[in-house]
């Protein structure tokens, strides 16, 4: 199976019952769940802020010095910090998760994706696929080390030389309208002219950035904005080729594809609790301040931590100079012994709906404010929940992008956000109200009488579609 992103390669993954699979999940009690998805903008305000002022602090120090050599170690601090620690905020920020408003999450995620020359949208998308597909040969688009490995291309990524061509190349080819292949088996074409807009703003600040360099006569400008990846992007290989580098393809487990690595404190706020990476692919609605406590969580249930970064290392580097002659070697994961599950059984009901369609699902007390539950009843499934006011809503229980059930997902105010790809619904009407959702839910009248929740499956309302025609080039575009 060929890496290329392509009809052929995307439709064997199919074949072979790898691509938008059921994967393993750790059992995690449902109360402790439900405390790990509490959002909070104090965690990332406060983070966000300190990063921020480091990287205006050491710009200013390199001003300062600017023409000796003591500009050269505030300098490359904020090369680091603007190129490589932007990865962790980008990567949360389009999760959705850093920030409870979502406008800061919006804002962040934009800036960081042009601190680290990632287009936006181009990118939530990859990610999404990332998330359906984890390491999938012919699916995912962000596998970092492909068999056989690239060792003079991870080594020119330490200066972020691979990046440059690609990024510029394509931001041309956007700006004029044109797609790759391979973004069109992924990104819906409802999508393409946020992406030629979003091109030409970028290609705007870089050509501003060279008016004000020719302006100034000074290289001081492209410094601290085009030339920061050449100098800084280390520190994203060293973090990141650490998720997934010379594990298994094409399973359907996170524990043996992904790993949790044990940092620092400066580490884990550098990469903002992405070493707890294990966790995040298999609960990636738990926000990044929470992923600590995700780990204690689970922990038993997941293969020994590795104890440090050197550590990694020393196993990532001889298996992907093995892979370099042996292709189908990888690291073997030892995970536990299974751990005893204890589902939580969904309220369910075989009777007869009532003359008016009407069924009892639980008691008014089962459901409290931002909750949700899955109800069953015969052949179908619901998700049945209160908002923010405690208002009841019912809907189908299957997210209509993840194929997931949205009972495991996360209330939010009045929408519904699916747990595989935070995906979110509004639960008054069952639309769309974030990508990469494109088809609207069914909704069904629901209310509470004397104590009791009382769904009418008989009636319902029909499903929102988005205003995105998914390419048809695409099988499965969006995904």
């Known amino acids: 199976m060929g890496y290329t992103l392509n009809r052929e390669n995307s439709d064997r993954a199919v074949e072979l019952g790898l691509a938008e699979a059921?994967?393993?999940?750790?059992?995690?009690?449902?109360?402790?769940?439900?405390?790990?998805?509490?959002?909070?903008?104090?965690?990332?305000?406060?983070?966000?802020?300190?990063?921020?002022?480091?990287?205006?602090?050491?710009?200013?120090?390199?001003?300062?010095?600017?023409?000796?050599?003591?500009?050269?170690?505030?300098?490359?601090?904020?090369?680091?910090?603007?190129?490589?620690?932007?990865?962790?905020?980008?990567?949360?920020?389009?999760?959705?998760?850093?920030?409870?408003?979502?406008?800061?999450?919006d804002a962040l995620y934009e800036v960081a994706s042009f601190m680290v020359?990632?287009?936006?949208?181009?990118?939530?998308?990859s990610h999404t696929r990332h998330h359906s597909d984890t390491i999938i040969v012919?699916?995912?688009?962000?596998?970092?080390?492909?068999?056989?490995?690239?060792?003079?291309?991870?080594?020119?990524?330490?200066?972020?030389?691979p990046v440059y061509p690609k990024y510029f190349r394509r931001l041309v080819m956007h700006s004029f309208g044109e797609?790759?292949?391979?973004?069109?088996?992924f990104i819906p074409a409802g999508e393409f002219g946020k992406i030629s807009r979003k091109a030409r703003i970028h290609l705007a600040i870089y050509a501003g950035v060279v008016a004000l360099a020719i302006g100034t006569r000074s290289i001081l400008p492209l410094m601290f904005v085009g030339l920061p990846n050449l100098f800084g992007s280390w520190l994203m290989s060293v973090y990141g080729l650490t998720q997934h580098s010379g594990l298994a393809e094409n399973v359907l487990d996170h524990r043996l594809n992904c790993r949790t690595v044990r940092m620092n404190r400066l580490n884990r706020f550098l990469y903002w609790n992405m070493n707890y990476h294990l966790e995040h692919h298999m609960f990636p609605l738990v926000p990044y301040h929470a992923l600590p406590v995700l780990h204690e969580a689970v922990k038993e249930d997941c293969p020994e931590p590795y104890p440090g970064l050197w550590e990694t290392w020393k196993e990532i580097i001889p298996a992907v100079l093995r892979q370099v002659k042996?292709?189908?070697?990888?690291?073997?994961r030892r995970l536990?012994?299974?751990?005893?599950?204890?589902?939580?059984?969904?309220?369910?009901?075989?009777?007869?709906?009532?003359?008016?369609?009407?069924?009892?699902?639980?008691?008014?007390?089962d459901l409290g404010i931002e909750e949700v539950i899955r109800f069953d009843h015969g052949t179908r499934t619901y998700a049945v929940a209160r908002d923010d006011e405690g208002v009841l809503h019912a809907t189908d229980g299957i997210c209509t992008h993840g194929k997931t059930h949205l009972a495991t997902g996360l209330v939010?105010?009045?929408?519904?956000?699916?747990?595989?790809?935070?995906?979110?619904?509004?639960?008054?009407?069952?639309?769309?109200a974030r990508a990469p959702v494109c088809r609207g839910l069914a909704t069904y009248p629901i209310e509470e009488?004397?104590?009791?929740?009382?769904?009418?499956?008989?009636?319902?309302?029909?499903?929102?579609?988005?205003?995105?025609?998914?390419?048809?080039?695409?099988k499965g575009g969006g995904n």
């Open 326 to 332: 042996d292709p189908a070697y990888h690291v073997k």
């Open 117 to 125: 020359m990632r287009e936006s949208t181009v990118w939530r998308w």
């Open 449 to 474: 009488r004397h104590g009791r929740i009382w769904l009418n499956v008989v009636k319902h309302r029909g499903s929102h579609e988005l205003k995105m025609v998914n390419n048809p080039r695409a």
């Open 179 to 185: 797609m790759a292949e391979d973004e069109m088996q």
């Open 336 to 365: 536990p012994e299974a751990v005893a599950r204890m589902e939580a059984r969904p309220a369910a009901s075989d009777a007869e709906p009532d003359g008016g369609g009407w069924l009892e699902v639980c008691a008014g007390g």
């Open 138 to 161: 012919g699916r995912d688009p962000e596998i970092a080390v492909p068999r056989p490995p690239n060792v003079k291309g991870m080594i020119l990524s330490l200066f972020g030389l």
């Open 412 to 432: 939010k105010g009045k929408i519904i956000e699916c747990p595989k790809h935070n995906g979110r619904f509004n639960l008054g009407d069952g639309s769309p």
């Open 22 to 105: 059921d994967w393993y999940q750790c059992p995690v009690p449902r109360e402790t769940l439900r405390h790990l998805l509490v959002r909070k903008d104090g965690p990332a305000i406060r983070d966000t802020a300190v990063w921020f002022g480091l990287i205006l602090g050491t710009a200013v120090l390199t001003g300062m010095l600017w023409g000796s050599w003591w500009a050269v170690p505030p300098y490359l601090a904020y090369a680091a910090l603007y190129a490589s620690t932007a990865d962790s905020r980008w990567h949360e920020a389009g999760h959705g998760t850093a920030f409870r408003t979502d406008w800061m999450n």
